[in-house]
């Protein structure tokens, strides 16, 4: 199997710590070479480290600006994916490839664009950008493999919107066992990993799917 990541809406806080946290927690029987993380140039030396865990992959133009990212993601990025030949895309974001037939797995992390109450004191103009952002969200979210959340809150608050069974619904908190810490256990930060390669083994070889079930077991181990 080989994953895909998309990062390049990576800015930095939580959202760098979770992928971080999750590299570093690569369960041992996937192979580093197999996990590609797409990135902006304006994001070079963010994960630098971590490359014993993964292929980092740095693009010009999602770096100029927001609309140039969002461009490249969803005209440039599912050719580069199609030609890396990748079996399943991790998006932890809300936007997530539209037109492209490779499965993917989202991961909802700002549910901002569907609180109303919040909507009601932002600018017009942030009123404008936020209901754009949740109707893409409903798009993108109905079109993937899986969608992951980070708290039942969040996932009770979109799931009548989703439509989606609950077995693709999973919440993993990433190994959040505060609200200031995600330095805990192995175990619980694999679970994206774990829940990715469930999603797209039907679509490996027996060999790989093997592997899926033997890393599927040592995770449960560690918890």
Known sequence: MKLGIKATQ???GGGLAHLRKLL???PEVVPPDSIIVFLSEKQRGMLDDLSLHCRLKYYRFPAINGLCRIVWELCALPFII???KIDLLFEPGNLGLIFSTVKRVMLIHNVAPFDRAYIKMETIRQKIRLTILSALTIISARRAS???FLTEFSRNMLSDKLRLAKDIQPVIN???EHFTSIDVSP???REPFIFCMHTSSHACSPVAQSLIWTAASADASHR
Do not use: K
Request: net charge positive; glycine share 22%.
């Open 24 to 26: 570093e927690h690569r």
């Open 174 to 176: 990433h190994g959040a």
């Open 146 to 148: 899986g969608v992951i």
């Open 82 to 84: 199609r030609r890396e």
């Open 187 to 189: 175990g619980p930060v």
């Open 10 to 12: 990576i800015v930095g």
